[in-house]
């Protein structure tokens, strides 16, 4: 995931920066962030953007949301969009139900915009106009979350069969924001998985994405189920801390 988020970045400065040099400009990128330069995952994907731009001659710039939901991002991009420095293109994020509000903002102030990272939600897929309404949508890149929630799961699950082949295997799940498509794409594939592999799904629980909330959430889960088998986690950084919950229950 983390290759992926940064490929990316990368392929989207490189794309602008010949822009650049076409039109012998040396110009601003703006990426609105979800979250901060100490998040496991952001801060990686703020710092190799940051190095690809200085060598591509590029003036970027992050900014960061407060507490990184979708009710403080809205502000946050109108704030990148008005900023006395006009960027010449927004790198930003989706939220579940803000997707048009975003892209309205772009087309409000002007400016191209390129969303990485996550979907946009089933419901808002369904208009099937909406890069006609904003000309300015230049483009759109994301993983499959299905597919990464689903090979986990599976993968997990049947070793966990292999150690108890005449039980159902019980699954608890710790999974990101409840806002974000990331997160119930992943969850998706959660199920598909248990589903196919005759699983048990206990429990799914929502965190803010940090690894401190995976563990204090994998030590309740422990406390309540004594029958547990696989811990599926939606991102690398918070099931080691589900690991380090496990190794000291």
Same mark, same amino acid.
């Given at each position: ?5 940064? %490929?990316?970045?990368?392929? %989207?400065?490189?794309? $602008?920066?010949? %822009? ?7 110009? @601003?990128? +703006? ?35 407060? !507490? ?8 946050? $991009? ?32 002007? +400016? ?5 990272? *996550?979907?946009?939600?089933? !419901? !808002?897929? @369904? ?36 150690? &108890? ?14 806002? +974000? *498509?990331?997160? &119930? ?9 248990? &589903? ?6 206990? /429990? ?14 994998? /030590? ?30």
């Amino acid at each position: 995931m983390k290759k992926f988020i940064k %490929l990316n970045i990368l392929l %989207l400065i490189l794309l $602008l920066s010949s %822009l650049a040099y076409s039109s012998q400009k040396q110009f @601003n990128i +703006t990426f609105v962030s979800p979250g901060y330069d100490d998040h496991d995952f952001w801060g990686i994907a703020h710092n190799f953007a940051r190095a690809a731009a200085k060598d591509l001659g590029i003036n970027f710039k992050v900014i960061y949301p407060k !507490e990184g939901n979708r009710f403080t991002y809205l502000p946050a $991009l109108e704030s990148a969009l008005t900023d006395a420095i006009k960027p010449d293109y927004i790198i930003a994020h989706f939220y579940k139900t803000i997707v048009v509000d975003i892209l309205e903002l772009s087309k409000k102030y002007n +400016t191209p915009i390129f969303m990485v990272n *996550s979907a946009i939600s089933k !419901e !808002e897929k @369904n208009d099937k106009y909406l890069r006609d309404k904003y000309p300015n949508f230049l483009g759109h890149m994301f993983p499959n979350e299905v597919q990464a929630g689903y090979l986990l799961a599976q993968y997990l699950i049947q070793k966990q069969k292999m150690n &108890h082949p005449n039980k159902t295997i019980n699954v608890v799940g710790i999974t990101g924001h409840r806002e +974000t *498509s990331v997160t &119930h794409e992943r969850n998706e594939g959660l199920r598909k998985a248990a &589903h196919e592999e005759n699983a048990v799904v206990k /429990q799914i629980a929502f965190t803010d994405w940090s690894a401190d909330m995976a563990f204090r959430l994998s /030590q309740r889960l422990i406390f309540r189920n004594d029958d547990l088998h696989v811990f599926w986690a939606a991102s690398d950084s918070m099931s080691i801390n589900i690991k380090k919950a496990i190794l000291e229950s």
